[in-house]
């Protein structure tokens, strides 16, 4: 199973942009790379996924690179409420069934 | 539209015992897949249940097993239960397709001494 490298910790501003990089060096052609995110005593909630393409949605905006080796998750103005553990994850859509996360980055909002 | 639920909140069971724990599908979903989460790491995923059927497993022993009926709902049980197992317990539901998104519950507390 294709794995991903994440840093264990970032630390932002509030009302600043965060980038949250994740490696994943050995992705295959059928893999779809997952972000989710879990809040304090909370299950994860999910954020954005894509293939090839950057994606946008009301929560964050995603950036693949040309070679699918690595990601970006954006935030574009963090809050408080973004303070949260986040999970990049491959997904084969050959494997529906399988899901596996790393140890995700930890992001700590600065008021 | 309800979203996933889980009970119980919280367990506490001794060691050797078996446990059971209830998962409630957002509705409309026909996938169910369960997690085990340690103190301090990702969730692990123990296996899926689609269609009633176990539909692939992770790196879990048989003495965790699963249930999933007709109206989605889902158990996982837990026989011979040891300290390790002490962790949170999540599960997902989904519709089963191509990077279909899971939601998942708050999950169950469990503790064994």
């Known amino acids: 199973d294709a794995k991903t490298t994440q840093p264990n910790s970032m630390e932002s501003n509030e009302e600043e942009p965060v980038h949250l990089p994740c490696n994943h060096s050995t992705i295959s052609g059928t893999d779809y790379i997952h972000w989710y995110r879990q809040l304090p005593s909370q299950g994860p909630e999910y954020v954005i996924h894509g293939l090839t393409s950057n994606v946008n949605n009301r929560m964050a905006s995603l950036a693949i690179a040309e070679d699918r080796k690595s990601s970006t998750l954006i935030l574009h103005r963090a809050t408080l409420r973004d303070a949260a553990v986040y999970y990049c994850i491959l997904r084969d859509v050959r494997n529906f069934n399988k899901f596996y996360f790393g140890s995700g980055t930890k992001l700590n909002v600065k008021p | 539209e309800t979203g996933v639920t889980q009970s119980p909140t919280h367990l506490i069971k001794t060691r050797g015992q078996q446990v059971t724990l209830r998962c409630s599908s957002q509705?409309?979903?026909?996938?169910v897949s369960w997690y085990q989460q340690a103190l301090g790491q990702g969730p692990q995923f123990i296996f899926q249940?689609?269609?009633?059927?176990?539909?692939g497993r992770g790196n879990f022993p048989p003495r965790f097993s699963g249930l999933q009926f007709p109206n989605y709902s889902s158990e996982l049980n837990v026989n011979a239960l040891e300290l390790d197992d002490s962790a949170l317990y999540l599960c997902a539901s989904s519709l089963v397709g191509t990077g279909s998104e899971q939601y998942f519950g708050p999950g169950t507390r469990l503790t064994v001494t």
């Open positions: 249940y689609y269609r009633e059927e176990e539909n």
């Open positions: 509705s409309g979903h026909n996938t």
